[in-house]
Structures are given as C-alpha cells and as structure tokens.
C-alpha cells in the first residue's frame, strides 16, 4: 500500500486508513494495532510519519497507549451527563453498546452515618444497598451502590434486579427519576477491592460519583456512589 497522489498530507491518510479499518470492524474496539514497523511496511512510509499518524490518534482519543504493551483501539465511550438522570441502560443504547447487569448485592444494611445523613433516615431505620456491575459490550465498567430507604423501597428485595432499575420504578411502580441533587465527582484509582471485581488491574483510573437522586415529586429516591472505568467514560459539564 502506497500514498502519493494526494494533496493531502501522508500522516492524515494514514489516520484516515486507520479510522476507516475502525468503523468498517477490521479493528475492534480494545484491539492491539500493528506496530510502528508493520504500519511502516505496509504503508511504505517512513517511520517519522508513522508515529505522526499514530500520534495524532492518540492525541484525539482514537488510540491509546499502554505502556511496554502496544497501541491499542479505545472504547467507546459512554456520554454521560455529571447529573446522574439517565440511566445506565438507555446510556448504553444511546451510545450503541449493549447493556448488561450483573447483581452482587441486595441486602438491608444498618446504614453508615454518611448514608443515614444523605438518605434523611430516622434513628433506627434501615437502609437497602444494593451492589450492581454493569457491563457493556460484555465488558465491567461501572460499579454501582446505590441506598434506598427500607421502609419506602423494600419491595426492591423481591424483584429482578440485573435489568433497567430505572425502568422497573417507573413502568411498575410510577417513580420516576427525574431530578437530580447534589452531585460531585472526583479522579480515583482502582484498590485491589475494586480491580478484582471490574476484573482490571490495580491502579486503572476511574470517575466516582456521589449523587443524590428525586422523584417526579423531589422526594429522595436513592443515593449513589458510583465508580465509572475512566476510559470508557466521558462526562458532560
């Protein structure tokens, strides 16, 4: 393969190349590329402009780096809103990844200070947390815990939670989340805890969330405290 008769820049038809390799599925998402050398002889261009092509798809989020590993397809990422109103399940689809939920936990729990603060629980109440992984295109990249009151969202124990959560209030039980509260987000590293449940490595970045979610009425629906894959995720301001 040989570029020359074009006006435009060598370095750019070979990111053009690359791109289209990417939409047309000759290279997946989270795929290792060729090598600089490789791309070298298959494009028949100098090394120079190999690594220029390269980098600019790096710089543009089409690649990315691992070092001592390769060069690799990235994810697709998942717009997100900072406010957390829409769902996992109807971000996935809007981004066109196939959702998946795994339940690890749902359980009545006597809440931490900082829930029972966050919930509005009296003294004495109990809260439910219930833990889910949440997967798209069969890969962890959401962790989620979320807090609801015992005494409002008991009947949650009972039901099928590895699919929309958002949908089963709103279409059976007329709950609707519709507004958001108080919402941060900060940078954090996967701990051993956290890397051996979204199956990765220790150190990988994630989002944290904290959010506080209402009802059609603004009554607490639930709290969140989320851990979003850092390369799979982008967020709105």
Not at 124 to 139: C, S, V
Not at 162 to 167: A, D, I, K, V
Not at 207 to 216: G, K, L, P
């Amino acid at each position: 393969m040989k570029y020359s008769n074009s006006i435009r820049p060598l370095y750019l038809q070979i990111q053009d190349d690359i791109k289209n390799s990417i939409n047309s599925g000759k290279f997946s998402h989270g795929e290792k590329i060729p090598t600089e050398t490789q791309l070298q002889k298959m494009f028949n261009v100098s090394r120079v402009t190999v690594r220029k092509a390269i980098n600019g798809l790096v710089d543009n989020g089409v690649l990315i780096r691992q070092q001592g590993i390769g060069t690799f397809v990235n994810y697709k990422k998942v717009n997100r809103k900072i406010e957390y109103v829409r769902g996992f399940t109807d971000s996935c689809i809007e981004n066109g990844l196939t959702p998946k939920t795994i339940l690890l936990d749902k359980e009545i729990i006597t809440p931490t200070p900082e829930i029972k603060r966050q919930l509005k629980l009296a003294d004495g109440e109990q809260a439910i947390w219930i833990r889910r992984k949440r997967l798209a295109n069969e890969k962890p990249i959401m962790l989620e815990n979320n807090y609801f009151s015992q005494k409002r969202f008991a009947f949650l124990l009972n039901e099928n939670l590895e699919n929309s959560l958002y949908h089963l209030l709103g279409k059976k039980y007329n709950i609707f989340p519709d507004n958001p509260g108080k919402t941060t987000l900060e940078l954090c590293v996967s701990d051993i805890k956290l890397a051996k449940i979204m199956e990765i490595n220790i150190g990988v970045p994630f989002f944290y969330m904290e959010t506080e979610i209402s009802d059609q009425n603004k009554i607490l629906i639930h709290v969140g405290h989320q851990y979003y894959l850092g390369e799979y995720y982008k967020f709105d301001i």
